[in-house]
């Protein structure tokens, strides 16, 4: 994974390399003969200054010229004409009769050695010999121009463009993260809107594929609130309006019709209060937290075994669980999963054939707990669907409202389980809570 800390440093590490090198080439530029002679203060202008003297045959002011060079900056000027012969210098050491070959052992000097060839007339060419010593050469370089203030302009100007390129690919994807923000809590957030940086590899990329997957569920969850809402008020417009009706009904009849409605009134009134309950415990299943402890899972599905016996006593419920077999879970959302698949169980289950209620370890996928009753079990299209809210399987008419299976759901989901519904080979409906085996 590109690391956003290995960008930053990379971005320092460039900053310093381009620096170095624009400085090293700058500094190249700076000591280029043709940069030397039109920028350095003692020739950019000798040449011509002298020419305009000597095209007039003014020979002392075009002297002046160059000795005034030596006097301000120490150059050596020679000019020489077509033939060899040198014509001018500033030089003491120089005689006039001199001629081009002797300026080859320049070459051996220490001084900066420049040429120019001027045009003195359409016919002629003159050339222009300059020698520099180091020190006067290293003072102007060192200028403001080519010392220390270039050197600052250039590190100035590389490090802004790798800042501003270094903060462009921090800022944007954060900005667009900040707008996800905003749209998750205006409830309009698009799944796409971060795919470009969730194909980031770097710490940006793994905010933003973090942040899809939350607001993802996050939008489940809303949408399921909004449906279970939506179920919510669709059942409780049924007994209400029963309710109504009867209600109606008894302030119109006599004192004797009076006497036989009250019984359903009562009967709705009921069935109305189990309804809000069961919505209210799913509402605290979904927002209580877990408080794990150390089970011993054949006393815990024996007392199971023993309230169910209460309900219904015609049922009989076998129990298969190894005598040490213990888990590490919340007992109270545990003895509510199993006890609404046990009550579905005893629902559907025929009498005179035995209920089952099996707890195994499996290795491989934790502890697996089992209800499983002998009924017709349910439409192969509905095992998907059993879990949600309100829905109920065949043949289960007005006994319940949907919730129990939801509930139970919702128990497991928060123990860390897996809830499984389905119909037996051999016949019957069995639900399979699969939890892990922590021991500690």
């Known amino acids: 994974m590109r690391s956003i ?12 390399i381009l620096t170095g090198t624009l400085t090293f ?3 190249r530029l700076f000591n280029q003969d043709s940069w030397v002679l039109t920028r350095h203060p003692g020739l950019k202008d000798l040449a011509s200054q002298w020419l305009h003297y000597y095209s007039q045959a003014q020979l002392e002011p075009a002297q002046q010229v160059l ?5 301000n900056h120490h150059i050596d000027v020679q000019v020489f004409a077509e033939n060899g012969q040198m014509i001018a210098s500033n030089s003491r050491m120089r005689r006039p009769n001199e001629r081009i070959n002797q300026i080859q052992e320049l070459h051996r000097s220490t001084w900066r050695r420049l040429t120019q060839e001027v045009s003195l007339n359409p016919e002629q060419n003159l050339l222009f010999v300059y020698r520099m010593p180091p020190v006067e050469l290293r003072k102007w370089q060192t200028s403001w121009l080519s010392g220390p203030g270039t050197m600052l302009a250039v590190a100035v100007l ?8 270094l903060a462009l690919s921090i800022t944007r994807p954060l900005m667009r993260l900040r707008n996800a923000v905003h749209e998750l809590g205006e409830t309009a957030y698009q799944q796409d809107s971060l795919a470009r940086i969730a194909k980031r590899h770097d710490e940006l990329g793994v905010l933003a594929r973090d942040f899809n997957r939350m607001g993802q569920r996050l939008q489940g969850m809303l949408s399921s609130q909004r449906q279970l809402l939506r179920d919510v008020s669709h059942e409780l417009r049924s007994p209400l309006a029963r309710l109504q009706v009867g209600l109606a009904l008894a302030e119109r009849a006599s004192h004797d ?3 036989e409605l009250w019984p359903r009134l009562v009967q709705e009134c009921e069935r109305l209060d189990s309804l809000i309950d069961e919505i209210l415990t799913l509402a605290r299943v979904t927002q209580e937290q877990p408080n794990p402890e150390q089970i011993q899972l054949q006393p815990f599905l024996q007392s199971l075994k023993d309230d169910a016996s209460l309900l219904v006593p015609e049922q009989r419920v076998q129990i298969a ?3 040490k077999l213990t888990l590490f879970a919340d007992r109270k959302m545990l003895a509510r999963a199993l006890d609404n698949l046990l009550r579905n169980a005893l629902r559907f289950n025929p009498p005179g054939k035995p209920l089952e209620l099996t707890a195994t370890l499996q290795h491989d996928r934790g502890i697996l707990l089992q209800v499983r009753d002998r009924g017709p079990g349910a439409p192969a299209e509905l095992l998907d669907e059993l879990a949600a809210p309100f829905v109920r399987g065949s043949g289960q008419g007005n006994n319940g409202y949907g919730l129990g299976l939801t509930i139970t ?6 123990l860390g389980g897996v809830l499984q519904l389905e119909n037996h080979p051999d016949g019957g409906f ?7 085996a922590r021991l500690d």
Not at 5 to 16: D, K, N
């Open 5 to 16: 800390f290995w960008r930053i440093l990379g971005a320092f590490w460039l900053a310093l």
């Open 67 to 71: 000795l005034q060079a030596r006097r």
């Open 25 to 27: 080439l700058v500094t």
């Open 321 to 323: 669980c190894p005598e």
């Open 158 to 165: 590389v490090i802004t463009l790798v800042s501003l390129l």
């Open 409 to 414: 759901q919702r128990c497991v989901e928060q």
């Open 430 to 436: 069995v639900a399979s809570i699969i939890l892990p």
């Open 257 to 259: 019709k009076r006497q």
